[in-house]
């Protein structure tokens, strides 16, 4: 799985949107950007993931550079309940043998 | 649709015992992954099943085993249980592009 580097700390206001980076510059042809986030002592919840093209779902947005060497993961109204830590992980699931490499996140705090 | 489940929640053990783990995968999983996740660090990866085999393994030693049951669920054993192994054990499973995780299982090891 190719390094990614994330700010270790963000605030962010309740009801603003919360803009993420994470930078992924070794990123490989085949290997794609995931997104999880873990509220405190539970597993890790799926967000959303792209390989080069921009994604939205019901939770949020990623949006890709066109060079695919950085991300931003959007949280177009963050909640209270928001708050996480958040993992930017480039790699592949695709079959079996292949694994998530999990770095240290971004805490996010989202203030009142 | 039940997620990924493990069991138990909670699990306390002494040094040098031994612990069994499980997990159940989400429906229409085939590959299950175990992670380990000590306090205020990121997960883990320890190894991975498919076909009731080990696919891939991390850089963990050999007192970390497990199994993978036809009907694709899961067991993490740990041997001479470490104080260092103290930790959330968390299960993933996934097919196709997705990987989904389950709420962990907390051991303590005194």
């Known amino acids: 799985d190719a390094k990614t580097t994330q700010p270790p700390s963000m605030d962010c206001a309740e009801g603003r949107a919360a803009n993420l980076p994470c930078n992924h510059s070794t990123i490989s042809g085949n290997e794609y950007v995931y997104w999880y986030r873990q509220i405190h002592s539970q597993g890790p919840q799926y967000i959303i993931h792209g390989l080069k093209n921009n994604e939205t779902n019901e939770m949020a947005s990623l949006i890709i550079t066109e060079d695919r060497k950085s991300s931003t993961l959007i949280l177009p109204h963050a909640t209270l309940r928001d708050t996480a830590v958040y993992y930017c992980?480039?790699?592949?699931?695709?079959?079996?043998?292949?694994?998530?490499?999990f770095g240290g996140g971004t805490r996010v705090l989202v203030k009142p | 649709d039940a997620g990924v489940t493990q069991s138990p929640t909670h699990l306390i053990k002494t040094r040098g015992q031994q612990v069994t783990l499980r997990c159940s995968p989400k429906s229409g999983h085939d590959t299950v992954s175990w992670y380990q996740q000590a306090l205020g660090q990121g997960p883990q990866f320890i190894f991975q099943?498919?076909?009731?085999?080990?696919?891939q393994r991390g850089n963990f030693p050999d007192r970390f085993s497990g199994h993978q049951f036809p009907n694709y669920s899961s067991e993490l054993n740990v041997n001479a249980l470490l104080l260092g192994d103290s930790a959330l054990y968390l299960c993933a499973s996934s097919t196709g592009l997705s990987q989904y995780f389950g709420p962990g299982t907390r051991l303590l090891v005194l």
């Open positions: 099943y498919y076909e009731e085999e080990e696919r």
């Open positions: 992980i480039a790699g592949m699931i695709k079959a079996a043998g292949n694994k998530l490499t």
